[in-house]
């Protein structure tokens, strides 16, 4: 009942997925592409039909990876408020498109940082973060990666958009609009986290 491919590539490959899906059976594939918004226009662009697609469409997840901390020697710090204010920008920047961050980017900012105090602070509203050192146990400060992830459920929004033909950016906004974290977003959350830092998010995010 589960069909796995190694990577869609072609028109016939893509095809036959998507008849398999519609006959009941779940099928999952690979699929080189920049970001989860991209996966469907690069699929359209093989010439699937977009009604059949968007009937099979259960969601598309994008990952990178990116060095992880290494455990044994990462050194805590508590950041600046500059730092704080860079690391919001950069979340805030990939919010842009929605429809709701633009009419009013002051608000939404203020509930991003609300949020990140909640789950990230100290009870006195301090972040900690934590800087890579080396040790015999990593390479200069890195041990290990982890993974940045982009989830695009196949919401009847997308699933909408997809049936226009709609452009990367519509399917993006409608995206974040149903709560999805892009690709640097997680990575600045994995950052509060304390699991990696914001250079390696940087590295494997740059546009």
């Known amino acids: 009942d589960i069909i796995m491919v ?24 690979t699929l080189h592409t920049n970001s989860a918004p991209e996966s469907i226009v690069r699929l359209l662009d093989m010439g699937m039909d977009p009604f059949n697609f968007s009937d099979a469409l259960l969601g598309v997840l994008a990952q990178r990876l990116a060095k992880r901390l290494c455990s044994s020697c990462k050194m805590a710090y508590h950041p600046a408020a500059e730092e704080i204010k860079l690391l919001l920008d950069e979340y805030c920047e990939e919010l842009l498109n929605t429809e709701a961050f633009l009419k009013d980017a002051k608000a939404g900012r203020e509930a991003v940082y609300s949020l990140w105090k909640k789950h990230y602070a100290s009870d006195k509203g301090e972040f900690t973060l934590y800087r890579a050192v080396g040790c015999d146990k990593c390479t200069k400060g890195y041990k290990g990666r982890v993974g940045l992830h982009e989830l695009m459920s196949g919401s009847e929004k997308v699933k909408r958009l997809l049936q226009e033909h709609a452009r990367v950016a519509q399917l993006l906004a409608a995206a974040l609009e149903d709560g999805m974290l892009t690709l640097k977003m997680d990575g600045i959350e994995k950052v509060l986290s304390g699991i990696t830092d914001f250079k390696a998010v940087r590295t494997v995010c740059i546009k």
């Open 6 to 29: 190694g990577e869609m590539r072609d028109k016939e490959t893509v095809a036959m997925g998507i008849e398999a899906s519609l006959t009941g059976h779940l099928v999952f594939a």
